[in-house]
């Protein structure tokens, strides 16, 4: 079955890195994504990374994928007070008709 | 500017009224979504479309419904029979739904609707 799973709340101070972790349960996802959500608005789509894919990177943002233990995380390095948000990880599975399920989300607070 | 709007941003009911959200796109996508979030449980589908006249029901379509009549639109109405309809909702388009593509999907900012 389709279950995605993330921890509720991460704190950190500003200028630490940020790892935030998800886990998923069907091994045949194509893409896994990371959205951030501001407070009272939409989702904004942050990166996604290929399920054969080990580790993208694309400025402060580092994705780390382990298929093998369906791991998921994302890094955010140099963390400032506009990076406090919601985070949420999705995955999408072509079997699924390639919709996307989402974990419950991370709230991160970053403070100064 | 290209993006995904809904309307209004705050809606208020009765208990037993229908009300309809509104979610237009100009992005030219073929597919629309419709997304209820509760707090602590992430987005949870109630209803997709992938083309114009045609939708499908996702995991929580009951006391929901959703017409498509033009690409840009697809709003989407709470009935009364919807038991707990207090929540924020989201609309969202992409241009891939099927298959293994990557399934790229824009958010429009949300309507938070309050059953009184």
């Known amino acids: 079955g389709e279950d995605v799973e993330q921890s509720l709340f991460l704190s950190v101070r500003e200028g630490d890195s940020s790892v935030i972790n998800c886990t998923y349960t069907?091994?045949?996802?194509?893409?896994l994504y990371w959205y951030k959500q501001e407070p009272g608005a939409g989702l904004q789509l942050l990166t996604y990374i290929f399920s054969n894919m080990d580790m993208k990177q694309d400025q402060r943002l580092t994705v780390l994928l382990n298929k093998k233990d369906k791991h998921l995380s994302l890094r955010i390095a140099d963390t400032q007070t506009g990076d406090s948000a919601i985070y949420f990880c999705a995955e999408s599975i072509p079997g699924a008709g390639n919709m996307l399920t989402f974990g419950g989300g991370t709230r991160l607070m970053v403070k100064p | 500017d290209g993006g995904i709007t809904q309307s209004p941003k705050y809606l208020f009911r009765k208990e037993g009224q229908n009300v309809t959200l509104s979610c237009e796109q100009n992005l030219n996508h073929d597919a629309m979504y419709w997304y209820r979030q509760d707090p602590g449980q992430g987005l949870r589908l109630i209803y997709y479309s992938q083309i114009v006249n045609d939708f499908q029901k996702g995991d929580i379509a009951e006391g929901y419904s959703v017409s498509r009549e033009k690409k840009e639109s697809f709003p989407l109405t709470v009935t009364s029979a919807q038991k707990n309809p207090t929540a924020f909702y989201l609309c969202?388009?992409?241009?891939?739904?099927?298959?293994?593509?990557?399934?790229?999907?824009?958010f429009g900012p949300g309507t938070r609707l309050t059953v009184l």
């Open positions: 069907d091994s045949s996802s194509t893409y």
């Open positions: 969202a388009s992409s241009i891939h739904q099927s298959g293994g593509a990557v399934n790229e999907q824009f």
